[in-house]
């Protein structure tokens, strides 16, 4: 009796051990920032993008715009200053409705080689629809972003009213 009482013990233990290291590695995958890389299409640059300002404080503060800013052309990222004023400019007036958005919708409307554009409409916290242009552009350049699809400009939103 007293052997099975104790492989019992070491069985329980070594599932809670599993348990618990399970746990952490989902964590730490859910935590992980995707890298683009030249197997990412454009669509999915947009969604991998809109899915990280959709949940931006998750798993991490601003884990969501900092999302986006790993998918910014090096041109956009000229435009945009530095991450800490890319944070902020996402958080002001102009940008502010991508952030925990409730639903989005991304339909392509042009494309050639190089170059993508997708009307995204994003349904805000507030309840209200906002349309934007997003334009994906394939880095030709020497160096570790050759051929990946990155992120060159968004447009101002225009706001399509209430939800309700």
């Known amino acids: 009796m007293k052997k099975f009482i104790k492989y019992s013990l070491y069985g329980i233990i ?25 197997g990412i299409e454009p669509y999915q640059v947009v969604k ?7 949940n931006n404080d998750d798993p991490s503060a601003d884990y969501g ?5 790993e998918f910014a052309h090096p041109s956009n990222k000229k435009y945009t200053g530095p991450l800490p004023k ?4 996402i958080k002001g007036e102009g940008y502010k409705m991508l952030l925990n958005h409730i639903d989005n919708e991304i339909v392509e409307v042009f494309k050639s080689n190089s170059q993508y554009g997708f009307a995204v409409t994003i349904l805000g916290k507030d309840k209200n629809y906002y349309k934007f242009q997003w334009i994906v552009e ?13 992120t060159t400009s968004v447009s101002n939103p225009i706001s399509l009213g209430s939800s309700i």
Not at 86 to 89: E, H, L, T, V
């Open 65 to 69: 715009i900092k999302q986006t800013w």
């Open 48 to 54: 991998i993008q809109l899915r990280g300002l959709m």
């Open 138 to 150: 394939k880095y030709l350049q020497e160096g570790p972003l050759k051929d990946c699809w990155l």
């Open 86 to 89: 890319f944070i902020k400019m």
């Open 14 to 38: 070594y599932l809670i051990i599993i348990y618990f290291l399970a746990i952490m590695f989902i964590v730490t995958a859910k935590a992980d920032i995707v890298s683009p890389n030249s």
